[in-house]
């Protein structure tokens, strides 16, 4: 088995059970959007880590850069100016991959083992077993996943699965300069999160919450809200997301359905000539057609 | 290389070639969509050098196919037009899956049976042709609720086409002397006279 920390307990395409005997804690990471300013340094720490630079992109008049998610960046933050109790508010939200505990690119990934989720709760893209059929996008409630252009590969954050798995916390997280965002277990981010949000409401902020929807089963990355009844007014956060219907029925119900119904006509075909016997040309039309041909 | 020259011609050559190119591409395309659509199909992926291959050229073997399916339809469209005879002919179909033929209404070149598979798979191809475009990432970039639909629909509409033409296929076994007809164009006059009487009567002039 792999490190204990990587025991995966979801796998794409993949019918059987995982290993599931060890068991392991869920990990979360909170964004208190509240105690953010914009800095963009966690941008700045994913590309670092992961060694990923994207593009240099031009200005759009507006301080998102860049201006959105792509496969070299996994992370972007989006700035949002809204009036709110006629006043102006500057809301920032640092948005990427949210970790579904339900994840739909993984319940729509065709290529088994390309879209796991780890037993910690961390939902990560294997890109050598990707395909780019791009269902992982089809299947994302929060429209995350990027196909690059130069191998054809799906790409998101992956919570740096890789320095969670060896105890780190995630760089963005490290280099957060004003601890907006916390890593730790997700008992302790809801923890957290409260104690944030009691704050906030002691401020005036009465409608402030946590943005964990059970729609996806809850997310691994959560958000601390100052009008978590108003989560569009944070760059169109949905508002109860949940994996599509339509996602559902073809990731789901139609897949054992058409199998079978599809088997059934086969066996039913075979046993159809097995027990009828074949459509053969009668001897008595082909006797009487052979003397007319002796004529 | 002709067996007997009083067999009847129910196939050209070029009718055969078409109706084969549309085969070869439904083949390939019913194994790779398979692959995509349930993991316990994934391994056909091999048949196409690997995941990546398959998701590459299927959208590709999908466009030929609807082209050359389009000349194939524009070719029998107008024979497989549905009269009185092959609705009597639809409504009695079990005795003929009884294996039953005797009482069955005399038919044109194509039974009722063949006309609805006919018009089905042409909906068919229609549906997937538009929904794979919609998911041709490649090439589109469509809005996400339009692609969640076109998946369902590419699927449904597949498992339909796939199911059809294993009916299809099996009908041509079932039939004896039948396959010959898309191989190399000939059936034998008995052959017509039983499971095509009103074509037999019009190819030979045989009026009995």
Known sequence: ???????????????????????????????????????????????????????????????????????????????????????????????????????????????????????????????????????????????????????????????????????????????????????????????????????????????????????????????????????????????????????????????????????????????????????EVSKELEDELEKEEAK | MIRNPRDLARYTAQERANHWMVGICFILLALSGLAFFHPAFFPLTQLFGGGTWARILHPYVGVFMAISFLAMFLRFKDLNRMTPADKEWLSRVREMVDGDDHNMPDQGKYNGGQKLMFWVLAVCVLLLFVSGLIMWRAWFHLPVGMVRLGSVLHAATAAVMIAFVIVHIYAAIWTKGTIRAMWYGTVTRAWAKQHHRAWYRQTTGDHR
């Not at chain 1, 088995?1 to 794409?12: E, F, G, H, N, V």
């Not at chain 1, 670092?48 to 960046?73: F, H, T």
């Not at chain 1, 939200?93 to 990934?109: N, Q, T, V």
Request: with cysteine.
């Open chain 1, 1 to 279: 088995m792999a490190l204990q920390s990587l025991d995966i307990a979801r796998r794409s395409a993949t019918t059987t059970p995982m290993p599931s005997v060890r068991q392991a804690i869920e990990v979360a990471k909170l964004i208190d959007v509240s105690t953010c300013i914009g800095c963009k340094a966690c941008q700045a720490a994913c590309m670092e880590w992961n060694d990923i630079r994207d593009e240099v992109g031009g200005c759009r008049g507006v301080y998102d850069n860049p201006a959105d998610l792509s496969p070299k960046s996994w992370t972007v933050m989006r700035f949002a100016e809204v009036e709110q109790n006629g006043k102006l508010e500057w809301l920032i939200r640092k948005d990427g991959c949210m970790h579904c505990a339900d994840p739909g690119c993984l319940k729509s990934c065709p290529a088994p083992g390309a879209i796991v989720q780890y037993a910690n709760g961390i939902v990560d893209f294997h890109q050598e077993n990707c395909i780019g059929c791009g269902y992982c996008i089809t299947g994302c409630p929060f429209n995350i996943p990027r196909i690059s252009k130069e191998d054809g590969k799906a790409y998101k954050c992956s919570l740096c699965s890789d320095r969670v798995a060896v105890g780190q916390a995630p760089a963005c997280v490290k280099t957060c300069p004003t601890g907006a965002i916390q890593f730790g277990s997700k008992e302790q981010m809801k923890d957290y999160a409260d104690h944030r949000i009691q704050d906030l409401k002691a401020r005036g902020y009465d409608k402030a919450g946590l943005y964990d929807p059970p729609g996806v089963g809850g997310t691994h990355v959560m958000y601390v809200l100052h009008h978590a009844d108003q989560p569009e007014l944070y760059a169109n956060l949905p508002q109860e997301p949940s994996i599509s219907p339509l996602v559902s029925l073809w990731k789901g119900f139609a897949k054992p359905l058409a199998t079978m119904a599809l088997a059934a006509v086969t066996l039913g075909s075979l046993f159809h000539y097995v027990t009828k016997g074949p459509n």
